[in-house]
């Protein structure tokens, strides 16, 4: 193998530049050459190739968002549109492909190494959803800012005595909120995983309240419901109290990455380079236990469903549970 291409694709994630960086100083080390591709599955397609060399890549690893750009292209799922990129990069020499994204994007690799093209994945989202994996890029950042953001809102919230609800990002997943809950030592945490009644909720409140803290942080999960629309609700319950509402919304997903988002796409890009070069396909690279891991893309988005640490989620109920 002489060339090989890397891109981005769906919602960008911190870390995503630092496995790139690490896709390209491996290539380089094998004496590979690297091209990135621009805005994901789109510019596989439209060919917006560029050849990344170490000045390319030298300030990547502290930078959040994605240096190649990132789309959603769903015109992907053809087959027809799949050929054309196939064709297209082997008109540029490139005969193998790493994929950082999320789900959607590693059944895009996939339906690449279906028609015969190496493809790798390399997990990245905040969202932390990634069946298979226990770790996906972006999260650690994502879950960090929340945290800090809920920090802020806190001194807010305990000066008026307050009630926040503080709706997080994780499209289906409650992963983020229950990071960020239990690390703001929350009141409760709403996500789309578990069921939840308000009426409890309210009482959890408000035992809080007579036991002497002066605040109170709810975390709402995006995938349950707004911000908004759960607050309409939570006031007809508690109409005693003082409540604000804030959506973190993109706040969360940009931003540098955190050291371990750094350090596991590091990790990451650099297994994904040599998978690759040892004829591997159809698979991509995920964290087990703080190790690397290596996941088939078909068996395991097929046969494995993301579960959200419910022993945290949990904790956090009963830490949190006053009567
Ligand atoms: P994520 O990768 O974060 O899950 P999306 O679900 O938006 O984000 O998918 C990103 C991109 O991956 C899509 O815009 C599309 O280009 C491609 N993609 C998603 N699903 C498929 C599929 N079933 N087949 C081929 N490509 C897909
Ligand atoms: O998948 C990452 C994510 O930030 C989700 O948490 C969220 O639901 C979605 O992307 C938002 O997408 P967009 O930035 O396209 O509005």
Redesign the pocket.
Known sequence: MRRLAVLTS??D?PGMNAAIRAVVEEGLHHEIEVMGVQHGFKGLVEGEYIKLGVADVTHAIRRGGTILYSA?YPEFKEEAVQKQAIKKMEENGIEGLIVIG?DGSFAGALSLTKLGFPAVGIPG???NDIPGTEYTIGFDSAMTAATIAIDNITDTAASHNRTFVVEV???NAGDIAIWAGVGTGADAIIIPEEEFFMGDIVRRVRASRQHGKDYSIIVLA?GVMGVEDFIKEYKKEAPEQSVRGVNLS?IQ?GGNPTGRDRVFATLMGAKAVDLILHGQSGIYVGIIGEELAVFDIVETLEKVKHKVRDDLYELNRSLTDRY
Request: aromatic share 0%.
């Open positions: 769906g919602g994630a959603r999320g989202t905040i969202d990002m994780g499209r995006e993109h997903r």
